[in-house]
C-alpha cells in the first residue's frame, strides 16, 4: 500500500487531458499496490455523468517493457467478458504514457497507464459461495486468455526462489525464524526435482490474492492488478489462488470449505485434469514458497520509512508444510 | 498519509448498514490524514444513483470527546453554505459510531465517522486567483462560526509549542539542525513576550494548508480535515494559512503575489482589523514555529515502518526567519 510519488493537481489535470475522459474532478491516492502508486480519479465524463479510473505510476520491479503484455491483456480478457478493467488508451493510441516525476524532475521520466475503475470490495473472511465464485471466475480467465497472442516468462518462478533465498542470505532468513533457511534450502532442492513439465501452459495471473478480488456479495465484480501476470503452468495459477484464499487470516488454518468450494468453482468452468490434481500438491508447495520468499526478501528489504506494511513471510511458511504434508494430498483430488 | 487499520469487507459493509446510505459497492483506503485511516466509500446511495463518502476512522491524537466538537462544526458550516463536508449521521442520529479494531478485538473501540464526500483536488501550485479563492473562504468560514456554540481549546497553541520542544529536547532537534535547538528557544521567549491578547477570538480551521482545500480552478469546493479546529485568535488563522501557502514549494520562497491575492480575498470577506495586521507578523512566526516544532517532534518520533512521509521541519524555520524579519513585515500591510 503507497503511494510514493506526489502529483500534483496541476499536472493531474494536464495527465487526464491526455485520455479524452473530460475534466479532471477529483483525485484520491489510494493505499493499493507496493510496486506502484495508485490515485482513484473522477472526471466529468464524456456523456454527461462522471466517470472513475485509477492511474497508476510504475514504481519498482516493474520492466517498462512488459506493460504492454500487462495493459493489453486487460483490454483482451475484457473484451471477451472477464470482469477485469479496460486500460484507457490515450488520445493517440498508446497505452501508457511517460511523465516526469515531479519529485526529481531531471530524473527519468515514469509511465502511468490509466484504467477502468470496477466497483466492489476485497474480502477479508471469503464464505464457500464467494469461493466458488472467485474459482469460476480464475478458469474463465484462463479460458478467455488462451488466445491472447503474448507470451511471458514467469518473472517469479522456480529459478527466481533460488535467487531470492540467496539474496536473502541464511543470516537474512534466520532472522525471521531460526528454521527458515534449512526449509527453504529443502524445498527449493524437492520442489526442483519434483516440479511438473507437461502440464499445460497459459496466461495466468499469478498473484489472485482477496486483494485483488472486487467482489459485491457472492458475484466477482473485479478481477485487478495483473502485474505479475505471465505464461506458466496454468493450474500453478489454482495453487497460488488456493495459498491465498483457503487459509483464515488469524490462525491460518486450513478451511477445508472454502478450498472445496473454489475448487468446484473452478472445475465448473475449465475441470482440472488428473495430471493436474496431481501436481497441485507439489504447486501449491511451490506457490507457498514463493509467497515467503518474496515476504522474507521484503522483510530483510524493506527501507525505513517506506510506505509499506511489512507482511510475515512465515504465514506461508506454515501452509508450505501443511501442503507438505502427505496427509493433506487428498484436499486436492476432485470429489 | 496512512492507512492503519486493516478493515474488511464484511466489517465495512454492516458499518455502512447503520449510515441508512445504501449498500456498500466500493471502498478503497486513501492516503490522506495522518492522524486517521480514510477510506473513499461508495455506496448504492439511496435515490437510485451512487452516493460517495469519506469514512474517516480516528486513530491518534484526536480525543473522543472532542469529536462532537469538529463534527457538529462540518454540520454548521456547511448549513450556511460554506463548502465544507456534512457528517452523516448515523440512523439514531450520532455523529460518529465505535467499532472493535479488527487488528485487535480485545483492545479499545475506535471511533469512525462517515462525512460527505466533495470534489475537487488539491493544488500543488496555487495561482493568485487561486489563492484569493481561499482567502475568501477562509474568512467566510470564520464569519459563518461565529455563531457556533461550542468551543474547544488550541491543543497546539503558544503552551503547547513549549512542551513540543522539550519533547523533541535539544540532542533532537541539534540532529535535525545544529542551530535548531537556539532557534526555537529564542523564538518561544519572543513570542511568549509578544503574543498578541486583545484580538478577536473565534472558532478557526488552524490547519489549511493547500492539502486541506479542494478546488476545481479557481473555486474552492470543500475546506476538509478540521481536526486541528479550535477556539484562538481569528487572525492567527490568516497567518497558518499564509504560512502554509504563500512560500512556493521546492525552493520554500516567498511567493509575493500569493501573499497579496491570499489577504486581499480574505479582506474582501472579512476585512483585517488595524491591530490584527499589525499582529500577522508576530503571528506568522508562531505559525511557522508551531508547524517546524510539531515536524521536529514527528521527524525524532516517528517510528520504524510507520505508514507516513515525513515532513522536513526546517521548511518552516526558514519561514519562520521571513516573517522575523523587520523587511518583511510590510507583507502584512494592506494595500
Chains 1, 2 share one sequence.
Not at 170 to 199: F, K, R, T
Request: with cysteine.
Amino acid at each position: 500500500m503507497a503511494v510514493y510519488t506526489q502529483l500534483g493537481a496541476e499536472q493531474l489535470a494536464e495527465l487526464i487531458g491526455h485520455f479524452g475522459v473530460g475534466e479532471l474532478v477529483s483525485a484520491k491516492g489510494i493505499a493499493e499496490g507496493v510496486s506502484n502508486s495508485n490515485w482513484l480519479i473522477e472526471t466529468t465524463g464524456t456523456n454527461g455523468t462522471g466517470a472513475r479510473f485509477i492511474l497508476t505510476m510504475y514504481e519498482y520491479r516493474i520492466e517498462l517493457g512488459d506493460l504492454p503484455f500487462f495493459l493489453s491483456l486487460l483490454d483482451h480478457l475484457a473484451a471477451k467478458g472477464c470482469p477485469v478493467p479496460r486500460t484507457i488508451h490515450d488520445l493517440s493510441g498508446a497505452l501508457y504514457r511517460m511523465i516526469a516525476d515531479p519529485g526529481s524532475p531531471a530524473g527519468p521520466a515514469k509511465a502511468v497507464a490509466l484504467i477502468e475503475f470496477l466497483p466492489g470490495v476485497s474480502l477479508g473472511d471469503p464464505s464457500p459461495a464467494q469461493a466458488f465464485a472467485v474459482g469460476r471466475s480464475l478458469a474463465q480467465m484462463h479460458l478467455a486468455a488462451a488466445d491472447f497472442p503474448a507470451a511471458r516468462a514467469n518473472g517469479m518462478g522456480l529459478a527466481e526462489w533460488q535467487r531470492l533465498a540467496d539474496a536473502c542470505g541464511a543470516d537474512g532468513l534466520a532472522a525471521i525464524d531460526p528454521g527458515l533457511a534449512g526449509i527453504v534450502a529443502d524445498e527449493l532442492a524437492q520442489l526442483a526435482s519434483q516440479w511438473p513439465q507437461d502440464l499445460p501452459l497459459g496466461v495466468i495471473h499469478a498473484d489472485l490474492f482477496p486483494d485483488n478480488v472486487l467482489m459485491l456479495g457472492e458475484q466477482v465484480t473485479g478481477l485487478i492488478d495483473f502485474y505479475f501476470a505471465c505464461t506458466d503452468l496454468i493450474a500453478y495459477d489454482v495453487a497460488v489462488t488456493h495459498a491465498a484464499w483457503c487459509f483464515d487470516g488469524a490462525g491460518n488454518l486450513f478451511n477445508a470449505a472454502v478450498s472445496n468450494a473454489l475448487l468446484e468453482g473452478y472445475n465448473s468452468i475449465r475441470p482440472l485434469s488428473p495430471a493436474e490434481c496431481a501436481a497441485l500438491p507439489v504447486l501449491a508447495r511451490g506457490a507457498a514458497l514463493r509467497f515467503a520468499l518474496s515476504r522474507a526478501f521484503d522483510w530483510i528489504n524493506t527501507p525505513v520509512g517506506a510506505l509499506v506494511i511489512k507482511k510475515d513471510p512465515m504465514a506461508f511458511v506454515r501452509r508450505l508444510q501443511f501442503y507438505a504434508d502427505p496427509a493433506n494430498a487428498a484436499i486436492f483430488i476432485a470429489p
